[in-house]
């Protein structure tokens, strides 16, 4: 982890693709300015070296190449090779320095196949019940595991969150463990309990900027940064319950 010894504010790198991913960037760098870090844009064409940083978010946007997986690609599926060799090489080197690490929609999923799991390159080709949902607002509601990391975090059992994705994870990778979950079964949320802080969710808090629980994700982020506790207290579970 990067000296923070004289910093104002911790450095918390965030991955996203050569063209597009403005509007996620800039409402996870004020989602990070609001919780005390600075943050900086890493892409394939502008990387930054990652022992330079306390932290990384690792962001949303194309899906990756499944032969990373095991799989074959899918050739009316987008993806960006560059950018998944980027991550994988930048989650290698926060692993080797334990950096807390916080994967947002794309980013859960590349956690998972960075620890060799794979994914379901069609969530609705196997979760047939499922409602087709894409929205930037709280429509979709998802349960999470009383005894995870993301439940002390979000400090709720249930909760609504928004949904832009059409993969998902199918089997776990090294460590890892389902902590949410949608209705229909689809993984919401994973985490690594031996580390500090790996979390990946599926949804896309960044966009959620009035939800404080939400937002607690990056307090959280920066505060294991800085090798502090957090620095608030979720809402009792039964004052916030989701509706």
């Given at each position: ?35 005390g870090a600075s943050a900086v ?50 989650l290698d080197c926060a692993a ?148």
């Amino acid at each position: 982890m990067a000296a923070l010894i004289g910093k104002a504010r911790p450095v918390v790198g965030i991955t996203a693709s050569v063209h597009g991913s403005r509007i996620a960037w800039w409402a996870n760098r004020l989602a990070l300015r609001r919780a005390g870090a600075s943050a900086v844009r890493i892409t394939a064409r502008d990387p930054y070296p990652i022992d330079r940083l306390d932290a990384l978010v690792v962001g949303g946007g194309d899906d990756i190449d499944a032969t990373l997986y095991g799989e074959s690609v899918n050739p009316q599926i987008r993806i960006d090779p560059e950018r998944d060799h980027l991550e994988m090489r930048a989650l290698d080197c926060a692993a080797k320095l334990g950096l807390p690490v916080l994967g947002i929609c794309r980013g859960s999923q590349m956690i998972n196949v960075h620890r060799g799991g794979s994914l379901h390159m069609d969530i609705h080709a196997i979760y047939e019940e499922a409602p087709h949902m894409r929205t930037v607002l709280p429509r979709k509601r998802i349960r999470i595991e009383p005894d995870s990391r993301l439940y002390s975090i979000l400090g709720i059992a249930e909760c609504r969150v928004n949904a832009l994705h059409h993969q998902s994870v199918d089997r776990l990778g090294d460590g890892l463990r389902v902590v949410a979950r949608e209705r229909a079964g689809i993984v919401q949320g994973i985490e690594a309990s031996a580390e500090p802080f790996l979390i990946g969710v599926q949804w896309h808090p960044e966009y959620l900027l009035t939800d404080s629980r939400q937002q607690g994700l990056f307090c959280t982020l920066v505060d294991t940064a800085l090798g502090q506790p957090p620095a608030y207290e979720p809402l009792p579970d039964a004052l916030h319950a989701a509706d």
